[in-house]
T-cell receptor, first 110, second 111 residues
Framework: DAGITQSPRHKVTETGTPVTLRCHQTENHRYMYWYRQDPGHGLRLIHYSYGVKDTDKGEVSDGYSVSRSKTEDFLLTLESATSSQTSVYFC?????????FGPGTRLTVT | SQQGEEDPQALSIQEGENATMNCSYKTSINNLQWYRQNSGRGLVHLILIRSNEREKHSGRLRVTLDTSKKSSSLLITASRAADTASYFCATDAGSNYKLTFGKGTLLTVNP
């Protein structure tokens, strides 16, 4: 998985609780992305980063925030988890257009 | 909104046969890419074709791009059971190398 890890790999949480997912890379790539994958929707971009402390919104950013304080880590926070945020979350990295994906985090919000 | 749309949604073939998947998109692009996803795993990059290219090969993969029709096809020749996976097209149409993915084609190769 090209030096990308995601933690946790699985999480079950309750509605209304905050949740933080971590993406860690050892490739020193500039760009990092968070996607969610849901049946019938494919992958949708949540947020992305184009450098340390440089982030921007993707297609489905409502209810999510991100932070990137150092090159290797990109954090995704669900401020107050809802059942609609039950999904599989993938992190990806790139230096140019081709992206490398992490193994995913399966999040269930009950 | 989805930029790329794959067709068919599902494809079932026998080992040794060729598999063809199509992707249509809506706007001008910098490049188009194909990814594979095995069940429960992350996506793996297969091939990238730039907007000024018409055809590209990589091993048993052949990709074509028709920018006038805004469409691409992925051909897998002499398929194997290990090719069973979902295949996604993704378009790079803007800045910061953001990709827009289609919903994917589920390919099943029967031994």
């Amino acid at each position: 998985d090209a030096g990308i890890t995601q933690s946790p790999r699985h999480k079950v949480t309750e509605t209304g609780t905050p949740v933080t997912l971590r993406c860690h890379q050892t490739e020193n790539h500039r760009y990092m992305y968070w996607y969610r994958q849901d049946p019938g929707h494919g992958l949708r971009l949540i947020h992305y980063s184009y450098g340390v402390k440089d982030t921007d919104k993707g297609e489905v950013s409502d209810g999510y925030s991100v932070s990137r304080s150092k090159t290797e880590d990109f954090l995704l926070t669900l401020e107050s988890a809802t059942s609609s945020q039950t999904s599989v979350y993938f992190c990806a990295i790139s230096e140019e257009s081709e992206q490398y994906f992490g193994p995913g985090t399966r999040l269930t919000v009950t | 909104s989805q930029q790329g749309e794959e067709d068919p949604q599902a494809l079932s073939i026998q080992e040794g046969e060729n598999a063809t998947m199509n992707c249509s998109y809506k706007t001008s692009i910098n490049n188009l890419q194909w990814y594979r996803q095995n069940s429960g795993r992350g996506l793996v990059h297969l091939i990238l074709i730039r907007s000024n290219e018409r055809e590209k090969h990589s091993g048993r993969l052949r990709v074509t791009l028709d920018t006038s029709k805004k469409s691409s096809s992925l051909l897998i020749t002499a398929s194997r059971a290990a090719d069973t996976a979902s295949y996604f097209c993704a378009t790079d149409a803007g800045s910061n190398y953001k990709l827009t993915f289609g919903k994917g084609t589920l390919l099943t190769v029967n031994p």
